[in-house]
């Protein structure tokens, strides 16, 4: 980025995620402006919220992740931690067993593409129709086999959003 300062994070969740952005902060606080604070959101809502400092290696990051200012799948391997904090960040749990990761901001060629590194790892997964959008959906032979994988990394305060009990779920 000839010319450009280096990017920075914006970590900003609802106060009900508080304890997640403690997480987040605890990851990134060597490089962090400073400690999280409340701020009010949107109506009367409170967020809760950090930034980091720019930092060429968030550049490097954010360069994967958009082309031309359009947000898409990169090529990377999936493992267990990118998959509990793609889930902590963007999963949601519907009725008992229907578990989703929210992928609406995504082409449909990248959701596909999802899929195939989904399946890569062992997970069967179909796109489902959100409205006018799609999001993942995980098929419910695939659930629990998903929740093995990132249990051990979800943080206390989100193991809500898990479809089994966690104690089952622990490797």
Known sequence: MPGRKDAFLEVNHSISAKDY???KYSQLKNISVGKPKERKGNGRRIAYRFYTSQHPELSEIYNQFYKNGKKIVPDVELDSIILAIWFMDDGSKCRAHDVYLNTQQFSEADQRKL???LQKVGLQVSLNRDKTYY???FLKESVQKFNKIIAQHII???RYKLSYDPVETRP
């Open 21 to 23: 952005v403690e997480w």
């Open 115 to 117: 899929l195939n590194m």
């Open 135 to 137: 999001r993942l959906r």
């Open 156 to 158: 206390p305060s989100m």
